[in-house]
């Protein structure tokens, strides 16, 4: 095995999803204290003086105790290389999870206890699927009353389709909560609460058949409870299959408490042996191997202002073969250009570091000067061929933007149309009126606040936005329409987007069938390519 075959297979890239407050930052930010990558964890919500989570950089997450945009992080934990892909979890900002969960080779689903499944892990999880990701789920807040041990495992099952697999068991939950029983090994490790933000807990090793000593620690009532359960379980739950699990067909289930630490380390090693190195990518070549092939790269975020002081945009590249080398040259494909990425950088939040290299696996950050776009492709120079796309993903609510100073139109067209390109929000514009008249499209209503926020802290100016009717888009597919000769009807707008595509909007949903009807051969798409 050569230098970069080596690297390659101790790479390990996964995503992190949950519906909010499931206690997914807190997790990330664990895992980060068993590799050394952070001495103190930070507590997400909490006074304004308080330290915040280190996957939350952005003002406004700090302000409002979410996650607004996916966070990268990278660390070192027992001979592996840890990519970490911390995604929001509020619903309004799904565009950026199901792109982050483009750049994954796996994903771990954090459930809270107490709640079960709940709607954002419903949809999150359906790209998972899609995408036959291998999920890893973490029942999390054991330490606090939480549902039926059984009730939750049989809920994951009929609520998103997958079996499950339990890797270890909880004794109790809430004050009850005294450990977790090991099933491949046959122990019980049991907890004392940890000092919050601490590395280490004092766990202690029984062995289930030294019932004496499980007694004494648990109680007889607890024990007698765990050993009925542990019969249950073995003929009721899914067996250990590693291929089922890979192939995502197959959940491995673990419980514990990522604010007290119960159960994260054990989950970690254990997610470690089962997940895989990273893996080849279909492009329109055909699967691109990791280890076989030269450097190659697709963008999945672009991001702004990371930096306030240097107003810079941040381009994040999943490397999918070879190694990258800070002084080689690479090919950006749809730009027909070879040049040299400017600024390589390692993203721990908001902190960087320079890049000398990096491989496939790894997640990297680069200056990006206003030429990479979601989904671009990078490689050698002598090759060339594309990544699969990313998706654009329909927006459901829009809104009409006003600048409220005329004199800061610089600015204000500067600002919106970077935020754009990011990816969180989409802009139109009215039919032949240039930049006069600008509508945004927005996933999620909350990316309205973020927009305006953004625009007055980071650009300088204020705007404000009147609601418009329209739910439903449509791009126009066909070659160079003539707009004008369109038929509509009384509730449709039309507009073009960023790239000068021609789109549709309307208010009602069979006003589009309606305009299909009436325009012979018009080709109408709920996606932008």
């Known amino acids: 095995m050569n230098q970069i075959e080596k690297e390659i297979s101790r790479r390990r890239t996964f995503a992190i999803i949950s519906h909010p407050d499931a206690g997914k930052t807190t997790l990330t930010e664990k895992f980060l204290l068993y590799g050394g990558a952070i001495n103190l964890a930070g507590s997400v919500k909490g006074k304004a003086t308080a330290r915040h989570a280190v996957s939350d950089w952005m003002e406004i997450e700090k302000e409002r105790g979410i996650s607004v945009t996916s966070s990268v992080l990278q660390f070192e934990y027992d001979g592996y290389c840890i990519n970490i892909l911390d995604t929001p979890g509020h619903q309004d900002f799904s565009e950026d999870t199901y792109r982050t969960l483009m750049a994954a080779d796996s994903a771990v689903m954090v459930i809270d206890g107490a709640k079960g499944v709940e709607p954002q892990t419903r949809k999150l999880f359906k790209v998972c699927v899609m995408r036959k990701i291998p999920i890893f789920t973490f029942i999390n807040k054991m330490d606090r009353d939480a549902n039926d041990s059984f009730d939750l495992l049989d809920e994951i099952e009929k609520e998103l389709g997958i079996a499950t697999c339990p890797i270890n068991w909880p004794i109790g939950s809430g004050k009850e909560f005294k450990g977790v029983y090991e099933r491949a090994s046959g122990n019980v490790l049991t907890f004392s609460d940890t ?57 491995p289930v673990f419980f514990g408490s990522a604010l007290t630490n119960f159960g994260v380390e054990v989950f970690l090693q254990h997610f470690l042996k089962m997940t895989q190195a990273p893996l080849p990518r279909m492009s329109d070549e055909g699967l691109i191997e990791p280890a076989q092939r030269e450097f190659s790269a697709f963008v999945f975020k672009i991001q702004a202002n990371m930096n306030k002081a240097h107003r810079d945009r941040v381009a994040f590249m999943r490397i999918c073969s070879g190694k990258y080398d800070a002084q080689m040259e690479v090919k950006h494909v749809q730009g027909g250009k070879v040049m040299r990425l400017s600024q390589p950088q390692q993203i721990m939040a908001d902190s960087r570091k320079i890049l000398d290299e990096a491989y496939a696996g790894d997640i990297i950050g680069v200056f990006d000067p206003g030429i990479f776009s979601i989904g671009d492709t990078l490689c050698a120079p002598r090759e060339e061929f594309h990544y699969a796309g990313i998706p654009t993903f329909a927006p459901e609510h829009f809104a009409r933007v006003r600048q409220l100073d005329t004199m800061k139109r610089k600015q204000f067209v500067k600002g919106i149309t970077q935020i754009a390109q990011e990816g969180a929000i989409q802009i139109f514009k009215e039919l032949d009126s240039g930049m006069e008249e600008i509508i945004v499209g927005v996933v999620g209503v909350l990316q309205f606040d973020v927009l305006k926020y953004r625009l007055e802290n980071e650009y300088n100016v204020d705007i404000r936005l ?46 589009v069938q309606m305009v299909l009807d009436r325009n012979e051969g018009l080709i109408l798409s709920e996606f932008g390519r």
């Open 195 to 251: 000092e919050k933000g601490t590395k280490e807990g004092k766990a202690s090793v029984i062995p289930l058949d030294d019932g004496d000593a499980l007694k004494a620690e648990i109680g007889e009532q607890a024990l007698e409870k765990l050993n009925e359960e542990i019969e249950l379980l073995d003929g009721a739950s899914a067996e250990y299959d590693l291929k089922e699990i890979q192939a995502g067909n197959l959940t």
């Open 466 to 511: 009147e609601p418009l009717p329209y739910e439903h888009i449509r791009w126009i597919e066909n070659e160079n329409p003539d707009l004008n000769k369109l038929v509509g009807t009384s509730d449709m707008k039309k507009v073009t987007d960023l790239r000068e595509r021609p789109l549709l909007l309307f208010v009602n949903p069979w006003s």
